[in-house]
């Protein structure tokens, strides 16, 4: 089974600080990615990653920047962390080429940041 | 941008009930994807149906797509306390298999 690993379920940060979230993948995947969940908006895609070094803005990449050296690894960074960064996040992988689209999700980080 | 948007928001039933949950898109799909969210957790991918299919089952899941409406439904038969979730449609873009975008979601409660 593909899993998804997420540095911390539970995180409080504050207002200014720098934040890493971090996610593992061990299934080899090439594609990773970084959503937010907030109530009544479902999941919006911050992120995405299609290859070591490699990524593409999502929907809604201001205030965060991501980095990826290895190809398990995708790391999501808040620069400078604001009340309005308060969600849950969420990390996934999936290999594409395989006509398998299904992503593969880790258990999420719930933010907050006071 | 969200892609999907469920329908209904919430949904609350007994035990042995059927539960149908609607997802409506706007552009052109290579597939879309029903997922699974306990609460709390992460999503759990439930079952895929490509542009090209019409319907799916998956055990006590029944899929359905509309590509004319941009439209599909999940059935889940014969609910059971353990269903309780939220339940996510996700559409695959055409020409950009990448882009998969998540709609807001339908709250299943089923009661014992």
């Known amino acids: 089974d593909v899993k998804v690993t997420q540095s911390s379920r539970y995180l409080v940060k504050r207002t200014g600080e720098k934040v890493f979230l971090e996610c593992v993948q061990d299934?080899?995947?090439?594609?990773m990615f970084w959503y937010r969940q907030d109530p009544g908006l479902g999941l919006r895609l911050i992120y995405f990653s299609y290859d070591v070094k490699m990524k593409e803005k999502g929907d809604i990449p201001e205030g965060y920047s991501v980095s990826r050296e290895k190809k398990e690894r995708f790391s999501l960074i808040l620069e400078s962390a604001s009340t309005n960064q308060t969600s849950m996040y969420l990390c996934a992988s999936s290999q594409p080429g395989t006509g398998r689209y299904e992503q593969y999700f880790g258990p999420g980080t719930r933010l907050t940041v006071t | 941008s969200q892609q999907g948007e469920e329908d209904p928001q919430a949904l609350s039933i007994q035990e042995g009930e059927n539960a149908t949950m609607n997802c409506s898109y706007k552009t052109s799909i290579n597939n879309l994807q029903w997922y699974r969210q306990n609460s709390g957790r992460g999503l759990v991918h439930l079952i895929l149906?490509?542009?090209?299919?019409r319907e799916k089952h998956s055990g006590r899941l029944r899929v359905t797509l509309d590509t004319s409406k941009k439209s599909s439904s999940l059935l889940i038969t014969a609910s059971r306390a353990a269903d309780t979730a939220s339940y996510f449609c996700?559409?695959?873009?055409?020409?950009?298999?990448?882009?998969?975008?998540f709609g807001a979601g339908t709250r299943l409660t089923v009661k014992p």
């Open positions: 149906i490509r542009s090209n299919e």
């Open positions: 299934m080899d995947h090439e594609n």
């Open positions: 996700a559409t695959v873009r055409a020409y950009n298999n990448n882009d998969m975008r």
